[in-house]
Nanobody
Framework: QVQLVESGGGLVQAGGSLRLSCVAS????????MGWFRQAPGKEREFVAA????????YYADSVKGRFIISRDSVKNTVYLQMNSLKPEDTAVYYC????????????????WGQGTQVTVSS
């Protein structure tokens, strides 16, 4: 089992920044990829970004490319999502996820999920 705990969400004005953190515990050695997803009210959950634990390779959704940065600290078992130039449409609950296989944008490739952290961007 792997446990994931997100933090860092909050209320920010458009154009501002936030950094989300996701701390992983348990059988983290079995995980190869960490991802961030988000779900806005009335919408389906969507992929935001992912990173390989081992190689550090990153992958972004087009909607956040150039504004968000995903990174990891292997010593702390923590993945970060630095969100810059935030827009009202970035408002959502952000979820951290862990998977055993290749980096992916598909939810079903991830085995463990956190509880989510709310990000609200005001205009």
């Amino acid at each position: 089992q792997v446990q994931l705990v997100e933090s860092g969400g909050g209320l920010v004005q458009a154009g501002g920044s936030l950094r989300l953190s996701c701390v992983a515990s348990g059988r983290t050695f079995s995980m190869n990829v960490m991802g961030w997803f988000r779900q806005a009210p009335g919408k389906e959950r969507e992929f935001v970004a992912a990173i390989s634990w081992r190689s550090g390779y990153t992958y972004y959704a087009d909607s956040v490319k150039g504004r968000f940065i995903i990174s990891r600290d292997s010593v702390k078992n923590t993945v970060y999502l630095q969100m810059n130039s935030l827009k009202p449409e970035d408002t959502a609950v952000y979820y951290c996820a862990a998977g055993r296989y290749a980096i992916s944008r598909h939810e079903n490739e991830y085995d463990y999920w956190g509880q989510g952290t709310q990000v609200t961007v005001s205009s």
